[in-house]
């Protein structure tokens, strides 16, 4: 159980750290509003905030974040900006989720 509420908040955590970029990336890129920086303040926040949740070393949380990141990066891919995952793109998340497993959930000497 501790692996999926693990998972669950990277990923959630990943969704705020996405969003706290791609707003501001709205509004340099595409024209948006410039108040799009207050909710992508809140977000980079909110992320900030999630990674402390964590009850083990944070230097091996950011390690195992980031796979869990590059997996909602690449699903952020295919959902928002419309562009079908490759197989290298597959290929890359499955090893970097692989990668955050093993640091996440390897036996650790207490």
């Not at 969704?15 to 509003?33: M, N, Q, R, T, V």
Request: net charge neutral.
């Amino acid at each position: 159980m501790l692996e999926i509420k693990t998972l669950g908040l990277f990923f959630v955590t990943a969704i705020a750290e996405i969003l706290g970029c791609y707003l501001p990336y709205l509004w340099l890129k595409e024209d948006k509003s410039a108040w799009l920086l207050v909710p992508a303040s809140l977000c980079l926040a909110l992320f900030a905030w999630l990674l402390t949740l964590h009850p083990t070393a944070a230097g091996r949380v950011y390690a195992a974040y980031g796979g869990v990141y590059i997996f909602t990066a690449i699903l952020w891919l295919w959902v928002v900006d419309g562009i079908r995952p490759s197989l290298w793109d597959i290929l890359g998340v499955s090893i970097a989720m692989l990668g955050m497993a093993i640091i996440m959930f390897a036996p650790r000497a207490s």
